[in-house]
């Protein structure tokens, strides 16, 4: 029906009026289609925008990163990732803040990032490092792989320093000799290259390839020569050598590289030079003059007990490795100890070394000295022990753990603490707490691996190494400490044709493959093939195997031991058995010798 005022109107005033709602209609209808078209386009218009906010908080974060500004490295690349968690510059630059920072969660990071994009030479570079630091040697391996093809880019010295790397990590000498000599031969090499190539080769020439890298002293003459300049390179160069002369052994020494006298000199008179260095410094005058070593402490006293802080805090860690607790002391008196935390504990070293218990209670209970409460625990748990009041040893270590809770730092502290005053449990306490609060970290993890293995509880150690294995699944050190305490763990009528027993062969196999220089690797094969009742040839895996004295453990040479017995070989499998300690071994490791 027509409106009561359309009767008054004409008709062109009607055809007006028409055409007016007909406009209106469709200015309404645009602007609902407007309306409706910017409902589905806000999502990707807001992520658009939060994508290029992400890249420019990544762009910054890598500036910062290139010049060590690490807080606000942090702050950058945090924004970044929680701005847009899928963004690749987002996740490269989380994950290369860890990895600069050395921390292994960062592998996860690249992980990610390589499946949603190639990862550049930086990156694999990246990658390589911290998965070494982590001791993922096949991530490490295969980021190092694509480092040395050519698809991208030709290999730069530093990747075969990389590379040179994860061939030592796997024992395999000859590749890491050609490889090192490949980045020391390159060019391009910067004197850093130059330097890791050269430790990279002395580790092959004492690891038993000297015939692979040549005359000996070629590596001497290449760290003497990069030793000159003023740069931080330089001092580590002059490091190295003042460290080979001090590690080698009395019997073997031969004319240095460069004149001690020398060597020394260019160590104190280095521009960059700390006084931890110029002690060291001072450490290579007392090897070479050791009818003055009283003479030189006494100048190295006069010279830094008077200066600042950090000086003397390194003095008097100095003097304590000297065993000098008396001249530590005199050096750190209590007023000079009580200006910093690291003084202050120097000090009360000093006097548990001297056995001085009672004045370490007086100074740590009558608060001289604002120490963290931890710390004062842990100190007053050790007095209290030493002087034989278990109790006030028990409680102090309680109040510890208490107040170390949800505190990474202190509670790997506390840990280690614990451990080397044979508090093991309580050591086992912290490390449990430590790796509740940060799963994988790997000091905490490590750590509570060590006092399980402590206890000399088996089955509550493969658990352990079970767990690991999860968060760390590439590790050949926990893969063979895994399959090594499943072995032991198998029942005594175990079949040698077992499908477990034959799975761990395979394993060890494989690994003394990857590793062949690895003697934890052909234990684990040489104790596989003895419970196979083959010991003749497990024992062939110990033939022409030339070993560094710091892998052989216990472990190894009671395993060594039950195969020269099983054998026929009993007087050496005999003397070899008397020269370990029973409470180094696990209980099943002293039931393969106890016949022995």
């Known amino acids: 029906m027509a409106r009561d005022d359309e009767f008054t109107l004409t008709p062109e005033e009607l055809r007006n ?5 007909r406009r209106l209609l469709l200015i309404a209808f645009l602007i ?9 386009a806000a999502r990707p218009v807001r992520n658009s925008v939060r994508m290029w906010q992400a890249r420019r908080h990544a762009d910054r974060a890598f500036t910062f990163i290139d010049q060590q500004k690490w807080h606000e490295a942090r702050d950058e690349a945090t924004a970044a990732y929680q701005l847009q968690p899928n963004e690749p510059q987002a996740i490269r630059a989380v994950a290369r803040l860890l990895s600069r920072a050395g921390q292994s969660d960062a592998l996860g990071f690249w992980k990610n990032l390589a499946s949603m994009t190639a990862l ?8 390589a490092g911290i998965a070494l630091k982590a001791n993922d040697i096949a991530a490490a391996e295969e980021a190092t792989d694509l480092l040395l093809e050519n698809s991208a880019g030709k290999p730069a010295p530093a990747d075969f320093v990389l590379a040179a790397e994860v061939s030592l990590r796997k024992r395999e000498f000859d590749q890491a000799g ?11 090499a910067t004197r850093r290259d130059q330097l890791q190539a050269t430790l990279a ?13 040549g005359d000996a002293g070629q590596i001497d003459a290449h760290l003497v020569e990069i030793g000159t300049g003023k740069d931080d390179v330089s001092l580590e160069a002059l ?4 460290e080979r002369i001090l590690n080698t052994p009395a019997d073997k020494k031969n004319e240095p590289p460069l004149p001690p006298a020398e060597l020394i000199d260019k160590i104190d008179n280095h521009p960059l030079a700390t006084t931890a260095h110029k002690l060291l410094a001072a450490d290579l005058e007392i090897s070479q003059q050791p009818e003055q070593r009283e003479q030189i402490e006494q100048r190295a006293i006069d010279r830094w007990k008077n200066g600042s802080n950090e000086e003397l805090a390194a003095l008097g860690a100095w003097l304590y490795r000297h065993g000098q607790y008396r001249r530590e002391l005199d050096a750190i008196p209590l007023e000079r100890a009580t200006q910093t935390r690291e003084l202050f504990l120097l000090h009360v070293d000093a006097l548990g070394a001297l056995n001085r ?6 100074v740590l209970e009558n608060e001289r000295f604002p120490l963290d409460p931890v710390i004062q625990n842990m100190y007053l748990a050790r007095c209290y022990a030493q002087q034989g009041q278990q109790e006030g040893a028990d409680n102090n270590w309680q109040r510890a753990i208490g107040n170390a809770a949800g505190d990474l730092g202190k509670l790997l502290m506390l840990g280690d603490y614990a451990d080397k005053n044979g508090a093991h449990q309580v050591a086992a306490t912290a490390y449990e707490a430590a790796a509740v609060v940060s799963p994988k970290s790997r000091p905490a993890q490590l750590g509570r691996l060590r006092a399980v293995l402590a206890s000399g509880d088996t089955k509550k150690l493969h658990a352990v190494l079970v767990e690991l294995l999860k968060i760390w699944p590439n590790d050949t050190g926990l893969q063979n400490d895994e399959a090594y305490a499943r072995l032991l763990l198998l029942p005594p009528h175990t079949k040698p044709d077992s499908s477990e027993l034959k799975s761990i062969e395979l394993l060890a196999e494989k690994l003394v493959h990857e590793e062949p220089s690895s003697l934890p690797h052909r234990t684990l094969l040489a104790l596989a093939l003895l419970k196979e009742n083959r010991p003749y040839t ?3 895996l110990y033939q022409n195997l030339t070993v560094p004295q710091n892998a052989v453990n216990a472990s190894t040479i009671a395993v060594h031991a039950a195969v020269l017995a099983a054998s026929g070989q009993i007087d050496p499998a005999k003397s070899e058995a008397e020269k370990i300690p029973p409470d180094k071994l696990l209980p099943e490791e002293r039931s393969l010798i106890a016949n022995l």
Do not use: H, Y
């Open 178 to 188: 050609e490889l090192a000599k490949k980045a020391l031969n390159d060019p391009a």
């Open 538 to 540: 497990a024992l062939t």
């Open 32 to 40: 609902l289609l407007v309306l409706v078209a910017s409902f589905f």
């Open 357 to 362: 218990w009672d004045d370490i209670r007086k």
């Open 201 to 213: 080769l002395d580790t092959v020439a004492r690891n038993g390839g000297a015939s692979l890298v």
């Open 239 to 242: 490091v190295s050598l003042a």
């Open 120 to 127: 550049t030479r930086e990156d694999l570079r990246d990658e």
């Open 17 to 21: 009026r028409k055409r007016k709602r």
